[in-house]
């Protein structure tokens, strides 16, 4: 063949590949949704009109990283993966290796026709509490006794700092349950018994996510930068209100009480720009909230025109029937058709797709239904600025845990305790306590154990015991860190009487309180100090001078060892600083912390709130002693 043939044969091969592809490429250039200069509402429509009924529904899940790949993400077009209560990448992995395997996810989400690029979600309720080396803060509880919002904002910028330093986008929190009755397992997650304490404590959300512009329109979602997060209030809604605290059960209360108690924390969350809202495992008046139309898409997406996506709890489908799973076609129309957008589902995920699927196909779903979901879901990545920076790197890495955020959570620390006794009068305490003294005892199962300093939801969903696997400083170093370097500091877990007597001590720390408990586990019915913590209070408070440190998720019971104590503290769950105890203990810091639920005297007064009739406690709420720095005892 000569030159002119082949030319003429080029020119019709291209002619060919032009006239096949030309729809393509006209395609490519007008796909809005790639491009940051239109509206996020126009890019949203662009890209819902673009899906399939497959890539819709992928979208819609988040599921766990353990059930899946990047080539299963790009198979079935999932949108988002988690991490369960203790899942992670590798034994003590480092931020290096979180962000590898986030990025291997985001390599087959983009993979897809669509590039939809997913986020990746975990439970940062108290910091970045799964990974190891994070900055541990006060749980919730500890928080509201601060009564310092702005605090608690600067908190929520540093978790979302180290989250996003191990690639990570999307946080279950904040927790804004109000917490009505003690008994209940969750009880540290809620930051009061008052509403509009709460309803205060959301300041964290622009922590997390970054501060809402004046102008934006009502409940619009808003992040800002790469150093901020995706939040997620919870658990809509009730909760924290059950009856006898028990976990996942019913809230029985009018829909006044429900909108004066436990409504609020939504108003204000949604105010301030919050992303994503999940829904409670619990039921209102026996109707499921993942289940309930009325108050997912009636109120909250309707009257309160909340514009984020609604999110399912983790397997909370499954809990829609008794027993779990029993009717699960039933359990996906039921949350769906309720509102609810992206469903945790974390192991059975392609049963999710092919039920939904048949709904959607047989019209039992209607389509604007899954379009509102996956519009909210594309929203809210769209406004993160997922789609133009899907991948983590490593700039961030250097935040992970650094001293910047252990001084805030110290901070925390002081701001969290509560004095609630000080001496025989109040012209004579015992705190502060002087720095130099020959010699003093230390004892408690709490003293020495940062895992039963951090509580739950701390390395593991039901957090752990001991010191391996965290980085901190424990009470009992916090004070040898303080006291005079000629006071002996003598450390005797559980002492006995004799012990205690004939040691010739000035006075004694006593650390005891609760073993560690998430969710259902932690539900308790007697709120007692597990032995031996009464045993040590009796043998060493009745034998000398006393300060009592309760470290606890609640209010437990305490009233019969009030009169042996001479100084009692409610330290709460204090995190990784237990330097912060030691600070306010020997003067540095006045005690400022104030109650921010009731304590009791019996549990059979439960449930007991401020304002009730009944109210008789043992320290009221808002109750909380105060002391000035003692510099003179005092250097840092």
């Given at each position: 063949m000569d030159l002119e043939g082949m030319a003429k044969i080029s020119i019709l091969l291209v002619g060919l590949w032009l006239l096949v592809n030309w729809s393509g490429l006209l395609d490519a250039k007008n796909m809005k949704y790639k491009n940051p200069k239109h509206s996020t509402d126009t890019r949203v429509e662009d890209l819902v009109s673009r899906m399939t009924l497959e890539e819709k529904i992928g979208q819609m899940l988040q599921v766990e990283r353990k059930y899946v790949s990047a080539d299963l993400l790009k198979k079935y077009f999932i949108g988002a993966v988690l991490s369960e209560g203790g899942s992670i990448p590798a034994p003590q992995a480092s931020a290096e290796t979180w962000i590898d395997m986030v990025?291997?996810?985001?390599?087959?989400?983009?993979?897809?026709?669509?590039?939809?690029?997913?986020?990746?979600?975990?439970?940062?309720?108290?910091?970045?509490?799964?990974?190891?080396?994070?900055?541990?803060?006060?749980?919730?509880?500890?928080?509201?006794?601060?009564?310092?919002?702005?605090?608690?904002?600067?908190?929520?910028?540093?978790?979302?700092?180290?989250?996003r330093a191990t690639g990570i986008q999307y946080v279950y929190s904040p927790c804004i349950a109000v917490c009505r009755d003690p008994r209940w397992g969750r009880c540290y997650e809620s930051f009061s018994e008052d509403p509009e304490l709460v309803q205060a404590m959301t300041e964290i959300i622009p922590g997390l996510q970054g501060d809402i512009p004046n102008d934006s329109p009502k409940g619009v979602p808003f992040i800002t930068g790469k150093e901020k997060v995706i939040g997620c209030a919870k658990h809509y809604v009730g909760d924290g209100g059950t009856i006898n605290g028990i976990d996942e059960h019913n809230t029985v209360i009018d829909r006044d009480g429900l909108m004066k108690i436990h409504m609020p924390g939504y108003f204000s969350s949604i105010s301030k720009g919050v992303a994503t809202i999940m829904a409670s495992y619990s039921s209102w008046n026996g109707v499921k909230m993942h289940a309930h139309h009325d108050l997912i898409t009636g109120f909250l997406k309707n009257t309160l025109h909340f514009k984020g996506f609604v999110i399912s709890d983790f397997e909370g489908l499954d809990r829609i029937t008794s027993p779990p799973r029993a009717n699960i076609t039933y359990s996906i129309e039921a949350g769906v058709s309720a509102g609810i957008d992206m469903f945790m589902v974390p192991k059975h995920y392609t049963e999710f797709i092919d039920v939904l699927t048949m709904l959607v196909k047989n019209k039992h779903i209607p389509m604007s239904r899954i379009d509102d979901a996956v519009g909210r879901i594309l929203w809210v990545k769209l406004m993160m600025g997922i789609f133009e920076n899907p991948f983590a790197d490593y700039s961030l890495v250097k935040y992970l845990g650094i001293q910047e955020h252990r001084n805030l959570a110290r901070e925390a620390v002081r701001k969290s305790m509560v004095l609630l006794k000080n001496g025989e009068s109040a012209d004579k305490p015992l705190l502060p306590l002087p720095k130099k003294s020959p010699k003093i005892l230390v004892a408690g199962s709490h003293a020495d154990n940062l895992g039963y300093q951090c509580g739950g939801w701390t390395i593991e969903w039901q957090g752990v015991s001991g010191n391996n696997l965290l980085k901190g400083t424990t009470i009992l170093t916090a004070v040898k860190n303080t006291v005079d370097p000629e006071t002996t500091v003598v450390y005797k877990e559980n002492p006995d009487v004799e012990f205690v007597k004939s040691n010739g001590f000035s006075y004694a720390i006593v650390i005891v309180g609760e073993h560690p408990y998430a969710e259902m586990y932690g539900d308790s019915m007697n709120l007692t100090i597990p032995e031996p913590g009464p045993k040590i209070i009796t043998n060493v408070c009745g034998a000398i001078k006393c300060v009592v440190i309760i470290i606890s998720g609640r209010p437990v019971v305490i009233e019969p060892y009030v009169g042996l104590i001479d100084a009692l503290v409610a330290a709460w769950l204090p995190g990784s600083e237990g330097q912060g105890v030691a600070d306010v203990l020997y003067g540095g810091y006045g005690f400022t912390g104030k109650l921010p639920r009731t304590w009791f005297k019996t549990v059979d007064q439960l449930p007991m709130n401020v304002g009730d009739p009944h109210y008789d406690p043992l320290f009221p709420f808002g109750f909380g002693l105060s002391t000035k720095p003692s510099k003179a005892l005092y250097s840092s």
């Open positions: 990025n291997e996810f985001q390599k087959g989400a983009l993979s897809t026709r669509l590039g939809i690029p997913m986020f990746y979600g975990i439970d940062a309720v108290h910091g970045h509490n799964t990974v190891h080396n994070a900055t541990i803060f006060p749980h919730n509880i500890g928080l509201g006794a601060t009564r310092d919002p702005e605090l608690v904002k600067r908190i929520g910028a540093a978790t979302a700092l180290e989250v």
